[in-house]
C-alpha cells in the first residue's frame, strides 16, 4: 500500500524511477527491451507506459530509441534459427 511515486524515488530496479522531480524509464530494465521490441514491430514512435496501483498511476511517454535497432538483427536470427523450425517440427 506503498504511494508508487515514493517507491520509485532513486530506486532502479523498476521499469521507472524518480530522480529531480521527473519521471524517467530504466533502460537496464528487461520491459526496457519489450517495450522497444514493440515499437519496432508496430512501427510507432512512441507509446505511454502505464503503471497502475490501487494507490497511484504513472503514465509516460516512451519513445523509440534509434541505437535499439541493432537488437532487430538479433530477433530476425533467432526467429528463423529457433522459432519456426520449432513451430515445424511440433507441427504448431
Known amino acids: 500500500n506503498k504511494v508508487l511515486s515514493t517507491e520509485i524515488e532513486n530506486d532502479h530496479s523498476y521499469i521507472v524511477y524518480k530522480e529531480n522531480d521527473q519521471i524517467l524509464v530504466n533502460k537496464q530494465?528487461?520491459?526496457w527491451d519489450q517495450i522497444q521490441?514493440?515499437?519496432y514491430l508496430t512501427n510507432r514512435k512512441f507509446c505511454y507506459l502505464v503503471i497502475w496501483t490501487p494507490?497511484?498511476?504513472?503514465i509516460t511517454e516512451v519513445e523509440k530509441d534509434n541505437e535499439w535497432e541493432s537488437n532487430l538483427e538479433i530477433l530476425e536470427a533467432f526467429f528463423i534459427q529457433k522459432y519456426?523450425?520449432?513451430l515445424i517440427e511440433?507441427?504448431?
Open 90 to 92: 511440433n507441427n504448431l
Open 84 to 86: 519456426i523450425p520449432y
Open 55 to 58: 494507490m497511484q498511476s504513472i
Open 29 to 31: 530494465h528487461p520491459y
Open 37 to 39: 521490441g514493440q515499437l
